[in-house]
């Protein structure tokens, strides 16, 4: 159970150890229906999420390939950073030889950068920055700048399905020299509009990621969108007009409504501070279970339990007790359920992380032309 925990923090450890963001404005919504991709053409380009289940929870993984001969990787999709990174051939520990590791050597199109990279303290992994083409979604993108992981020592993670990680975040705190991947991509012109939507099945469904482009089957009715803030491009925030947890009482967790929502696909947890994940998960009736952070539940009580509503660009997104909790099932019939806020150090209060939790009730348009989020129920 510990180990579940500890794993899934980590997953979260990995986004909410590299986000210092501060408020400076928010920005009223705007529509814009240009996105919708044309009928004639379908302007967007596809990469397929298998679901894979790790000790009960689902992971969402896409097959890619890095070098020249290609060299397949499987990866998990993080929105949150820009760094995209791999086991290094040359890393020598346990969590890289259990995966399949890039050999820069054998690759004609790789380029040594060799400037030292380091991931937030707790992940353990660190090397150096590489630069070769990597292929998704029947797309070649040149010279991407990734990290060569040559240390990557981390006793939770290695339980996970993925080899290494595809960044599709802003700027944020990525290391000098990495740039987001959607501008590269459009400089090369493999896509025509730095815009992807996410789409992410529930059990057993896997997930879609499009790029250059929406794909409006995934979702139904009309997004809502709210522009990035701070609006400089660096993050993938948005304001959030209110959060609340709306049961007998109400929990205001968007105090003053000043606060700010970062899609985080590559974890499961809605993410906030410590201090907030001990009022909601007090609220919930969370059991501390040594984990600081996070909470089990009581099964029999989910519901019973609030909703919790996020209103993003006016548009209220409402999610139930089964919505936010882990139904974990283990041998011999027995059941846990487990708290989807985990608090983090280094989240401020104003802060939410929606995890794959979040986006499997709702689709989510990442436009970088516009730097804005869009947000609709998934299809
Ligand atoms: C890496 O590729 C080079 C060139 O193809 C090859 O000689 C070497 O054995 C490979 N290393 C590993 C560990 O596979
Ligand atoms: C990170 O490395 C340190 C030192 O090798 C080790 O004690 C620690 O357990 C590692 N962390 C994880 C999460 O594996
Ligand atoms: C939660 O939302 C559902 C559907 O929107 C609604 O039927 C239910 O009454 C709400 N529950 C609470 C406790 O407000």
Not at 338 to 358: E, K, W, Y
Request: net charge negative; glycine share 10%; aromatic share 8%.
């Amino acid at each position: 159970m510990f180990r579940l925990l500890l794993l899934v923090a980590c997953l979260g450890a990995i986004q909410a150890q590299k986000m210092h963001i501060t408020l400076k404005t928010k920005d009223a919504p705007e529509q814009n229906p240009n996105l919708t991709p044309k009928e004639d053409a379908p302007s967007f380009h596809v990469q397929l999420l298998k679901n894979i289940k790790a000790k009960g929870v689902q992971t969402f993984v896409g097959e890619i390939s890095l070098g020249t001969p290609p060299q397949l990787m499987s990866v998990s999709v993080e929105t949150s950073s820009a760094l995209s990174y791999f086991p290094s051939v040359r890393c020598e520990d346990q969590f890289c030889k259990s995966r399949r590791q890039y050999n820069s050597s054998a690759s004609s199109t790789y380029e040594a950068l060799g400037t030292p990279f380091e991931l937030p303290p707790g992940i353990n992994a660190s090397g150096v920055l590489s630069k070769d083409s990597i292929s998704f979604a029947g797309i070649t993108v040149e010279g991407v700048v990734f990290g060569e992981a040559e240390s990557m020592w981390n006793k939770w993670l290695s339980i996970l399905p993925p080899d290494g990680v595809l960044g599709l975040g802003l700027q944020g705190m990525a290391p000098e020299g990495v740039r987001p991947i959607l501008d590269v991509m459009a400089e090369q012109g493999v896509i025509s509009e730095r815009v992807f939507g996410m789409w992410l099945g529930r059990d057993p469904q896997g997930g879609e990621l499009t790029l250059g482009g929406l794909n409006d089957q995934l979702y139904r009715g009309e997004l809502t969108w709210a522009n990035l803030t701070p609006p400089d491009g660096q993050w993938w925030t948005a304001p959030a007009d209110s959060i609340v947890l709306d049961g007998l009482t109400q929990l205001d967790l968007c105090p003053g409504g000043r606060c700010v929502v970062l899609p985080a696909s590559n974890s499961p947890y809605f993410i906030v501070s410590e201090a907030q994940a001990a009022a909601i998960n007090e609220a919930l009736g969370g059991l501390d279970i040594g984990q600081p952070g996070a909470a089990v539940l009581d099964c029999t009580t989910l519901y019973r339990l609030p909703n919790l509503t996020i209103t993003v660009g006016g548009r209220a997104m409402v999610l139930g007790p089964l919505e936010y909790t882990f139904l974990l099932r283990f041998e011999g019939g027995l059941q846990m359920c487990v708290s989807g806020f985990l608090g983090f150090p280094g989240v401020d209060d104003h802060t939410m992380l929606l995890g794959t939790l979040f986006m499997q009730k709702y689709y989510i348009a990442f436009d970088r032309e516009n730097n804005r989020l869009g947000f609709a129920d998934s299809a």
